[in-house]
């Protein structure tokens, strides 16, 4: 079954699906995407997601991830265990970067499932703030497409984000 994703602000802040969501705050809106900022971390994300429950989130200040990470959520997707490791690829409009996706369990609304990459690698970054459509596992049965309109402006909110005060 393929997946697309396209953007919904109400759908991603009324499900509050993503990890640690009640110790985040907004900070601000960016076209569809809302911008959370952790004041405990000054950890910053950018978030969106659609009608049909999937949500897509970036972000950095996370110990563990010093370089950034993208999470995506859902209750269509195969649930792994939280820690556990799968190998992925991403397509972006033809760029393809393997990455190790980390399941997620904790601190998620219950019945969603998804898990994590980091953001190790600048291209990836560059092209995820330029391209148009994020394809998970692309031409596998369980791939899913990511809208990536308005990512660009949203990540420059990020940072903005990321330098401001507590």
Request: charged residues 25%; negative net charge.
């Amino acid at each position: 079954m393929k997946v697309t994703v396209k953007r919904s602000f109400a759908a991603a802040l009324a499900l509050c699906a993503g990890p640690a969501l009640a110790e985040m705050s907004l900070y601000e809106k960016s076209g569809d995407w809302n911008v959370f900022r952790n004041a405990a971390t000054g950890g910053c994300m950018i978030e969106n997601g659609d009608n049909n429950g999937h949500i897509v989130q970036m972000g950095v200040g996370k110990p563990d991830l010093p370089f950034g990470y993208v999470a995506m959520y859902s209750k269509d997707f195969t649930p792994l265990e939280n820690g556990e490791r799968r190998d992925i690829v991403i397509d972006l409009d033809g760029s393809q970067y393997s990455a190790v996706a980390i399941g997620v369990t904790e601190g998620i609304t219950p019945g969603f499932y998804g898990g994590l990459f980091e953001l190790d690698n600048p291209d990836l970054v560059r092209d995820l703030a330029e391209k148009s459509t994020l394809t998970v596992n692309p031409g596998e049965e369980t791939s899913f497409d990511i809208d990536l309109d308005g990512t660009k402006d949203a990540m420059a909110v990020g940072f903005e984000c990321l330098n401001a005060e507590s």
